[in-house]
């Protein structure tokens, strides 16, 4: 089983969409957790960052964090064709050599005008 | 403010030959950190530099290997490239040692031939 799982998709939604993006994992140490945002040839851009357990809300974003099940979740709110990007979820544990990043495979999402 | 930088852009090169990547950090990041993003794969961590020192290295063979310069710019170095080196790397830098926030540079992309 590996660490972080995250729906393959692709997805594809009409302009206006809620959207929802899911991940799960089954390292219990993580604590630290990101979704990224990733254009066609870019470097991955933070989007949200939430510490353990919790909602965690950025405009038309809501992180989602469950430790208890092991999923976190990313919802866009009325959404854009310039949210149409690559999502990647991330997480980590605290501190030390623990710092590395481990990443879902990310989906890649579109939103059709 | 400067984000992170890498060069050069692209690189190509044969098998058997070696490869050097740069990374600059953000103004006043101590960490440097190390993935590549090869096709089906996603984003795998490679090293861990801060302070000039390697803190942590991912599951990669010895032939990857890099340094942290005083100015906490690094280098990735790829000896013996292999037809699956090919990949984007990406850097990414982080303000404090085990910080979990970390921003990415736009990659370097390697084809190997």
């Known amino acids: 089983q590996k660490e972080v799982e995250q729906d393959p998709g692709p997805l594809s939604v009409p302009e206006g969409a809620i959207v929802s993006l899911n991940c799960t994992y089954s390292?219990?140490?993580?604590?630290?957790f990101m979704w990224y945002r990733q254009y066609s040839r870019k470097g991955p851009e933070l989007l949200m960052y939430?510490?353990?357990?919790g909602n965690k809300e950025d405009g038309r974003f809501t992180a989602q964090v469950d430790k208890s099940s092991k999923y976190i979740s990313l919802f866009i709110r009325d959404s854009q064709p310039s949210d149409s990007a690559t999502y990647l979820c991330?997480?980590?544990?605290?501190?030390?050599?623990?710092?590395?990043?481990?990443f879902g495979k990310g989906i890649t999402l579109s939103v059709r005008p | 403010e400067a984000g992170v930088t890498q060069s050069p852009t692209h690189l190509i090169k044969t098998r058997g030959q070696q490869a050097t990547l740069r990374c600059s950090p953000i103004?006043?990041?101590?960490?440097v950190y190390w993935y590549q993003q090869a096709l089906g794969l996603g984003l795998q961590f490679l090293l861990w530099?801060?302070?000039?020192?390697?803190?942590n290295r991912g599951n990669f063979p010895p032939r990857f290997s890099g340094r942290q310069f005083p100015n906490y710019s690094s280098e990735l170095n790829v000896n013996a490239l292999e037809l699956e080196d090919s990949a984007l790397y990406l850097c990414?830098?982080?303000?404090?040692?085990?910080?979990?926030?970390?921003?990415f540079g736009p990659g370097t992309r390697l084809l190997v031939l």
């Open positions: 103004s006043g990041h101590t960490s």
């Open positions: 939430t510490y353990s357990s």
């Open positions: 390292n219990s140490a993580f604590q630290y």
């Open positions: 991330a997480m980590s544990a605290r501190g030390g050599a623990n710092s590395k990043l481990t």
């Open positions: 530099y801060d302070e000039g020192e390697e803190r």
């Open positions: 990414a830098s982080s303000l404090v040692q085990g910080v979990e926030t970390q921003y």
